[in-house]
């Protein structure tokens, strides 16, 4: 077991940096799918269904694994911890240079996940925990970066395969950004504390209604951004955009998740009551929605821009609700951990369902109006997060 290195220990900033490069990794194995879908259906054969799964499976397991996440985490430590699970989304990066069917590219996404879910597991206790009065901020950096990597990926790839590359190329090349983040993170070296993770580790949300109540929210928010990540390039590419110009596309929006993320938890730290920042997130992505169904090729970047502000912005603002349940960094730990857990087998549905509604309409429209309509439920669900009543939800 490590020891705590508190951040009067170990410069703030230093282990923020060390948080920033491990989060850039944590969405291209997914984000770079969706610019690429047509070269790699061309050299595999996919249906939309089947395709869906890249980015299905591996939510799915990103779900899953959030169960076990901090259990590793109190046997492995926080460092080692990181530092398997960048070695594990390095690998399945790399592995993809050599794949020529779907089952093994299909595995290697589902690794992916794995690796991406022991890191989202344990790191809003970590943040929580080493920078207890800017929990928001912190937050907000981090799941920028989450972002940030994503529009990395998704601007890049297609970029690769313009110039001489092969889709495979496209995908393996994040393998880098893995090992460069895995070297930082161990000259840095974070610790963690048994007794905390422990701690955490035993406490279950299962039977908590609220808890329930966070991660169907968490869920429901997510699955646009995952069903957005996997479809917006192919719908583009479908409305006569070409592999590159789509994947700028996925790249411009995912730039303005980008934004939101640093500015939006930014101004909800001014106060504790979150419900009109929720509200008006998602007020931004039901306009998105419609402008981008019904005017796709009018203000052509408004509806990126909306979207990616919205999703953006209610990503880590979701998380940062959960946080504000309860003050102990590890308990609320393990509360985030529940949450995303039941969050992510939620959202991981979203790109099936999409490809189904795509397989049998020839359209992608239908999965953008029934997201339309989660949305607008998400309004009604934002009104029970009065702060007044937490300590009665969960104490």
């Known amino acids: 077991m490590e020891s705590v290195r508190t951040t009067t220990t170990r410069p703030a900033a230093w282990l923020m940096l060390g948080i920033v490069l491990v989060a850039l990794n944590l969405r291209p194995s997914m984000a770079a799918v969706g610019p690429l879908l047509s070269a790699i259906r ?9 395709a869906s799964l890249l980015t299905m499976l591996p939510v799915t397991a990103m779900g899953l694994a959030m169960f076990f996440g901090l259990g590793i985490s109190r046997r492995l430590g926080e460092r080692r911890t990181v530092l398997l699970s960048l070695l594990v989304i390095g690998l399945a990066s790399l592995s993809r240079l050599f794949l020529d069917s779907a089952p093994p590219l299909i595995a290697s996404a589902v690794l992916a996940g794995i ?11 970590l943040i929580k925990s080493h920078f207890p009065d800017h929990v928001a901020l912190c937050m907000g950096l981090y799941v920028t970066s989450i972002m940030g990597g994503a529009a990395l990926a998704a601007s890049l790839a297609p970029l690769v395969l313009l110039h001489g590359g092969s889709w495979r190329e496209g995908l393996a090349l994040w393998s880098a950004l893995a090992l460069f983040a895995a070297m930082a993170w161990q000259m840095q070296g974070a610790g963690s504390s048994p007794v905390a993770a422990a701690k955490a580790g035993r406490e279950s949300f299962f039977s908590n209604a609220r808890a329930w109540w966070l991660a169907l929210f968490f869920g429901l928010g997510t699955a646009s951004y995952t069903c957005v990540l996997a479809w917006l390039a192919p719908y583009c590419m479908e409305q006569g955009f070409s592999e590159q110009h789509a994947g700028l596309v996925l790249g411009f929006l995912t730039a303005m998740e980008v934004v939101a993320g640093l500015a939006v938890p930014a101004i909800a730290n001014r106060s504790r009551d979150r419900r009109g920042v929720l509200g008006g997130l998602l007020v931004l992505i039901i306009a998105g929605f419609c402008g981008l169904i019904l005017s796709p090729h009018h203000l052509g970047l408004l509806w990126p821009c909306l979207l990616g502000l919205g999703i953006g912005g209610l990503f880590p603002m979701s998380l940062i609700v959960s946080l504000d349940h309860l003050d102990d960094p590890q308990r609320a730990g393990g509360l985030t951990a529940f949450v995303q857990g039941i969050g992510y087998l939620i959202a991981g549905l979203s790109p099936l ?9 020839g359209s992608f429209e239908g999965a953008w109006w029934s997201l339309t309509a989660v949305m607008a439920l998400m309004l009604l669900m934002v009104l029970r997060f009065d702060p007044k009543h937490y300590a009665r939800h969960i104490r």
Do not use: E, N, T, V
């Open 353 to 361: 369902l999409a490809g189904f509604i795509r397989d049998r309409s």
């Open 115 to 125: 690796g991406i879910a022991l890191i989202q597991a344990l790191m809003p206790a």
């Open 42 to 50: 061309s050299d595999i054969p996919l249906s939309f269904s089947l």
